[in-house]
């Protein structure tokens, strides 16, 4: 995989220059048009992780790939990227049009993490197909934000942090049932959450020199002071599967992650995965796919 992709790289990239708000070190927003970077003067989005948050809408047909899934856009879509999942676009040359803006979380210091909002969660949804008239609406977003960017008005920044907030609402109500489940604030929901955050917290793997700290129920239930019995007695009522389960899962979907989008070879997926023998990782993601991992990379 890539290096890390930072924002600087992103102005250095497409424009060659910064603007004056990054170099201070301030929290940083901007919107732009597609057209631009679309059909035949599209170029290829390589597949890896970036320090910064996107928003974009697009229109016309493409795949996106991101973690282990992949989802391809039909007709128009709108799709949130965060520095937490490496992604990439395939037949970029196929979109017509649409918008996007960046910001980092520095824009949004004083409203808490973003990554709470499930459309930026490891596990959440971030690709959201568009009717006709859903697209006109989000067009509007984003024809404000480029109104508003482009104006003297001295506090436009704030009404451009509304407008991100607009779109990150508008796209959670679209799947209500999916992203709107109840929320019980007992005891064994908070250290389910708090488990699940050191969870994520290890991944995405992005170089050989990077490796996972915690791979058992044991591991987690010391970091988060808790007796191993508790945390698996919370995580099986809150989720209905083992604290077990649960790390393999998220081991064997950075490992497909790693096979299928690096030149990695197995062995330093392995080590990097928290395997100090490549036979031990190979049994146990032959076990899970019935696939060696050589093989899986191939198909």
């Avoid at 520095?106 to 008239?133: A, C, I, M, W």
């Amino acid at each position: 995989m890539e290096k890390v992709e930072k924002i600087e790289d992103f102005y250095s990239n497409k424009f060659g220059w910064l603007p004056d708000n990054i170099k201070k070190e301030l929290g940083h927003f901007n919107v732009f048009s597609l057209a631009p970077f679309a059909g035949e003067n599209a170029k290829p989005v390589p597949y890896k992780q970036r320090d910064y948050f996107k928003i974009t809408i697009l229109e016309g047909n493409a795949t996106v790939h991101y973690a282990d899934k992949s989802v391809e856009v039909q007709k128009q879509a709108l799709a949130f990227s965060n520095p937490q999942i490496p992604y990439n676009w395939e037949g970029v040359d196929k979109i017509t049009g649409g918008y996007f803006c960046i910001f980092n979380q520095e824009f949004f210091r004083q409203f808490g993490s973003l990554n709470e909002y499930s459309v930026f969660k490891p596990g959440g949804t971030h690709v959201f197909e568009l009717s006709d008239e859903q697209t006109k609406e989000v067009r509007r977003l984003y024809e404000r934000m480029l109104e508003e960017i482009n104006s003297n008005y001295q506090h436009k920044y704030d009404l451009l942090r509304t407008l991100v907030f607009e779109l990150l609402h508008f796209a959670m109500k679209i799947q209500p049932s999916v992203l709107h489940e109840k929320q019980s604030a007992n005891a064994s929901q908070r250290i389910a959450t708090l488990f699940t955050e050191l969870l994520e917290r290890q991944f995405p793997i992005g170089n050989t020199h990077q490796n996972i700290n915690f791979r058992t129920a044991s591991d987690y239930a010391r970091q988060l002071n808790v007796h191993v019995n508790y945390l698996n007695r919370a995580i099986k009522e809150t989720t209905g599967k083992t604290t077990t389960e649960i790390i393999s899962e998220r081991i064997l979907q950075e490992a497909k992650v790693l096979l299928r989008h690096t030149d990695l070879a197995v062995s330093e997926i392995a080590y990097s995965l928290g395997y100090t023998e490549p036979t031990h990782f190979n049994n146990f993601f032959k076990k899970h796919t019935q696939l060696n991992p050589a093989k899986f990379r191939k198909v």
